[in-house]
């Protein structure tokens, strides 16, 4: 939601931010979120790294059009993640979340300057650490069957409802022991992690998995003991037939920052 009470016009640039580094450095030739090189905006000790993005596609009212458009969207974020992918290879980031944008580059110094002690406190916490993703999903038949009990009678009819009720059974146990472990999973990283996140499952459109998604994790692990996440994670993937593990990483601190606004930024 806008800040400001100037008329936002559609000609232009804003200032796109993509994160905020302790570095005066940026990527050399790196390009931003509309393909401009990006740049470095410094105050209080801090770096933001931005890229101009003009007022035609990025204006408060552009911007909220082109979020309800997934093709766009999803080239923003894609455009976006490359730069902190590239700033989290040499350091320590706080991402921006997608579509946060600045009048100009005042504005953008001044949010460093007031939020000078949550982003240093936020960058010493995560040096030298980086995200890693679980991803779980169903692997059915991985639990025991239940049964048709045998016998019974009452015809060709009552035997399908039997097998019905059998079949349902199965798949509630099957989801049961599943979700008990996605929770054991997940306890036994979060110990290994110096923090965890269990997002919500993603939907099989989404996922474009087969199966559903029981576990959606993230976990914040010191450079140091990589290995040995991964390591666990094999061991866990072996011990639970019932689960499909997917692990994924590094990946900069996204789940380990402040959480968002529900809306974009444009100030």
């Known amino acids: 939601m806008t800040t400001t009470s100037d008329p936002i016009r559609d000609t232009g640039t804003a200032v796109w931010l993509h994160g905020v580094v302790t570095g005066t450095a940026t990527p ?3 390009p931003g979120i509309a393909g401009t090189p990006v740049r470095a905006v410094a105050a209080a000790g801090l770096v933001a790294v931005v890229s101009d993005a003009p007022l035609s596609e990025y204006g ?6 082109n979020l309800e458009d997934l093709a766009w969207l999803e080239r923003a974020a894609r455009a976006h993640h490359a730069v902190v992918d590239a700033l989290s290879r040499s350091g320590a980031v ?3 979340r997608l579509a946060t944008v600045h009048r100009d580059d005042d504005r953008v110094a001044r949010v460093l300057v007031e939020r000078h002690d949550e982003l240093a406190g936020t960058l010493a916490r995560l040096a030298g650490r980086a995200e890693w993703g679980i991803k779980g999903y169903v692997v059915p038949g991985a639990t025991p069957r239940v049964e048709e009990p045998a016998g019974g009678g009452g015809g060709a009819g009552a035997a399908y ?3 019905r009720k ?17 929770a054991a999973v997940h306890a036994a990283l979060a110990g290994y992690a110096v923090a965890a996140r269990r997002h919500a499952p993603q939907d099989r459109r989404l996922s474009g998995a087969p199966t559903a998604m029981v576990l ?3 976990y914040l692990v010191d450079r140091d003991r990589w290995d040995g996440f991964a390591g666990l994670a094999r061991e866990l993937a072996e011990g639970h037939p019932e689960l499909r593990l997917e692990l994924t990483g590094p990946w900069p601190p996204y789940s380990f920052v402040a ?3 529900a809306e974009p930024t444009w100030a």
């Open 28 to 30: 050399a030739g790196l």
């Open 161 to 163: 409802l039997r097998r």
């Open 259 to 261: 959480e968002p606004e």
């Open 60 to 65: 408060e009212a552009a911007l909220r059009r």
């Open 166 to 182: 059998a079949q349902l059974t199965a798949r509630e146990e099957g989801q049961r022991v599943a979700a008990d472990g996605a």
């Open 94 to 96: 706080v991402p921006a």
């Open 216 to 218: 959606n994790g993230a």
